[in-house]
């Protein structure tokens, strides 16, 4: 069973950046979608980014379009988010999922993740 685990979260300034990572204790995540999802306070937990394997298609919600980038190396068992000009409204718990059928060509909307970690937080503050 896939056991995600993220690392790289931490304090950051707004407008700063911080990078995400995920790998998967015990198995390999190289052959799974991939997602991002994240959970402000008090509010529910939403999908932010995901990305396929093996044909790296990525899908993103409108919040982060152009300040978050996800990209995966299969080779190192990696997958990263990258975020740019962070904002307050970033802050919350991010979690790596990956879905429960492995090779899919898309990842269109945030359901059958069925792997999840155990969360790491990001807070954007001054």
């Not at 999922?97 to 090779?103: F, K, M, N, S, V």
């Amino acid at each position: 069973q896939l056991q995600p685990v993220e690392s790289g979260g931490g304090l950051v300034q707004p407008g700063g950046s911080l990078t995400l990572s995920c790998t998967a204790d015990r198995n390999s995540l190289d052959f799974y979608t991939i997602g991002w999802f994240r959970q402000a306070p008090g509010k529910e937990r939403e999908g932010i980014s995901c990305i396929t394997s093996p044909g790296g298609n990525t899908n993103y919600t409108d919040s982060v379009k152009g300040r978050f980038t996800i990209s995966r190396d299969n080779a190192a068992h990696m997958v990263y988010l990258r975020m740019n000009d962070l904002k307050p409204e970033d802050t919350g718990v991010y979690y790596c999922a990956a879905q429960g059928i492995p090779l899919l060509a898309t990842c269109t909307d945030w359901t059958g993740y069925d792997y999840w970690g155990q969360g790491t937080q990001v807070t954007v503050s001054s």
